[in-house]
């Protein structure tokens, strides 16, 4: 397939994704969720969705709920596409602010 397709399908499950998760999905924290990107995979079976929490010490408790409540959003996901098939999702907490963060403290060490 190509890449141009598999660009296209996740753009519309990264944009799905999160409206199902700001409108539809009861988080029991305080926290910002926010879907940062979408992998799809080669057969497009699959959809690795990346999400970022703030703040960071309530991530690791928001991805479970996410998880817990994986079978709300692959279901309303499916009803949603007019797709066949829908990518399965997975979630998994993006960390590529964190480790910018980490990186520029490094950079700021090494200045002075």
Do not use: C, W
């Amino acid at each position: 397939m190509s890449l141009y397709r598999k660009e296209k399908i996740g753009d519309l499950v990264r944009d799905e994704v999160g409206k199902i998760l700001h409108r539809e999905l009861d988080l029991d924290f305080e926290a910002l969720v926010t879907v940062t990107r979408v992998v799809i995979s080669e057969d497009h079976n699959h959809a690795r969705v990346y999400v970022s929490v703030f703040p960071l010490d309530v991530a690791k408790e928001v991805l479970e709920n996410i998880n817990r409540n994986i079978y709300f959003f692959q279901q309303t996901l499916n009803k949603k596409l007019q797709m066949r098939p829908v990518p399965k999702l997975f979630f998994v907490l993006d960390e590529t602010e964190e480790r910018a963060a980490k990186i520029e403290k490094l950079v700021e060490k090494v200045k002075n």
